[in-house]
């Protein structure tokens, strides 16, 4: 059997896969195999697995008769899978050349559950940039996982998908770990199971691979109620595992920094509920109910659920995501409004602000790579232009900070302090 089985889902990248199975070609090494998973692309990208697979003997291609996103790609793809270990490739990225052998010597000699990668980023234009975090290698030294899980809690920005990890396929299947199918992010139910599972987490250093997010076509790339329901759905399996499995301490804290980070990605969308929406996912709640009354959980959303039911609890956490939103900007409704950075939360603050009849005139945000797109039918701009105000539209401004990391948005409030702005001309807006 190989040493490492390569599991790529396939779905509409014809563009793409080829970039990505010649950078595995193009490695100095070669005990591996590869798995592509045609998810019922309706593009040239099966005929493109089938070409690779004629002229190399350790590819092969599973075409699935119908899609299953890519959760259930990934399952099909480590049930046909045979090496010791196992990597999920998502087919519009690609590996950095010559980075196969810094991961053989890793998993020799550490021969981890889990080994965590880094990445470089290269967006397209208008897609988000995301970096990666600066990893202390003597954290991964120790031998209780426990400490390493600790460390990874508290660092902030950590990007943590399913490409990140290369993991032992034993221990995969030891656990029972696999994807949530039917559902969108479904790597953010599945690498808390495998990091709270796991009793030896390793570190790559080096960066091994190259994420390249989509500015359109993607599942990343897009913000649906299917998205907000899978935040939901997730949160509310983790739950379930955690107390199924009577985590404490440092897993424990992993996990529910996870439900908390995924109810704040709830929060963001929430406003877009449509009654028929709130129904179901009333109904969902109510299998899991049992779970959050017996825990009394400190989280707003789940306190009104436990308290009113799904329906009322959805419909009134609705209300008040848009009440908090408006109350940031209160007193300033003749202002020319600017929401600082995009992304999930600034997306909802404009969203919430426009349809309450505010002028939001302009996204700020410091990546290039953003600029001069346009996002919800707002310009996105350099917060570089607060130079080139005049005194009357300086005056004018009222900047609202949007963003989930309260550090980052702290740096963003000195930024806006060092273009001449006086704190009450920003506020900040948490979700």
């Known amino acids: ?66 899609n299953m996103l890519p959760a259930g790609a990934r399952n099909v793809g480590l049930e046909h899978s045979s090496g010791d270990y196992v990597h999920f490739c998502d087919s519009d990225d690609y590996y950095i050349k010559n980075s196969f052998l ?25 897609a988000f940039y995301c970096s990666d975090v600066s990893f202390d290698p003597a954290v991964f030294q120790h031998d209780k996982p426990e400490i390493v899980i600790n460390y990874l809690n508290k660092l902030p920005k950590l990007t943590c998908t399913t490409w990140r990890f290369i993991l032992k396929r034993e221990f995969l299947l030891k656990n029972q770990i696999y994807f ?4 969108h992010v479904e790597d953010e139910e599945w690498f808390p199971k495998i990091i709270c599972s796991a009793e030896k987490i ?59 980070f995924l109810i704040g990605l ?60 408006l109350k940031c900007v209160e007193g300033n409704n003749d202002k020319d409004i600017y929401i600082f ?4 939360n600034g997306e909802a603050s404009a969203r919430i602000l426009k349809s309450a009849g505010f002028k939001v005139v302009n996204f700020l945000d410091n990546s290039e790579n953003k600029r001069n797109c346009i996002i919800e039918g707002i310009p996105v701009n350099s917060p570089d232009i607060l130079k080139n105000f005049t005194t009357s539209q300086f005056n004018q401004a009222f900047i609202v900070v ?6 980052i948005a702290r740096i963003i409030q000195d930024q806006l302090r060092g273009y001449g702005l006086k704190d009450h001309q920003f506020t900040e807006r948490f979700y």
């Open 341 to 344: 950075p995009t992304g999930y």
């Open 180 to 183: 949530l199918e039917g559902f």
């Open 402 to 407: 949007s963003i989930q990391q309260k550090q």
């Open 1 to 66: 059997m190989p040493l490492l089985s390569i599991i790529i889902p396939v779905y509409n990248v014809e563009r793409y896969l080829a970039d990505c199975l010649d950078s595995i070609l193009n490695q100095n090494f070669t005990d591996f195999e590869v798995i592509l998973v045609n998810d019922a692309s309706s593009d040239n990208s099966g005929e493109i697995c089938d070409e690779y697979v004629s002229r190399h003997n350790n590819f092969k291609v599973i075409h699935l008769p119908k």
């Open 202 to 260: 390793a570190l790559l250093s080096s960066p091994f691979y190259c994420y390249r997010p989509r500015a359109t076509g993607s599942i990343t790339s897009s913000k649906t109620y299917l998205h907000t329901k899978a935040h939901f759905v997730i949160a509310l399996q983790l739950l379930s595992f955690l107390f199924e499995k009577g985590f404490s301490g440092a897993r424990k804290d992993f996990i529910m920094s996870r439900v908390k």
């Open 266 to 325: 709830f929060s963001t969308r929430c406003d877009t509920l449509e009654d028929s929406e709130i129904h179901e996912l009333s109904r969902i709640y109510e299998d899991y109910r049992g779970i959050t009354l017996r825990r009394n959980l400190d989280i707003g959303l789940f306190q009104l659920l436990d308290k009113y039911g799904g329906k009322e609890g959805l419909t009134n956490y609705r209300t008040s995501v848009i009440e908090e939103t």
């Open 102 to 126: 810094n991961i053989v010597d890793a998993l020799q000699a550490h021969k981890p559950d889990v080994l965590i990668g880094q990445f470089i980023c290269k967006p397209e234009k208008g």
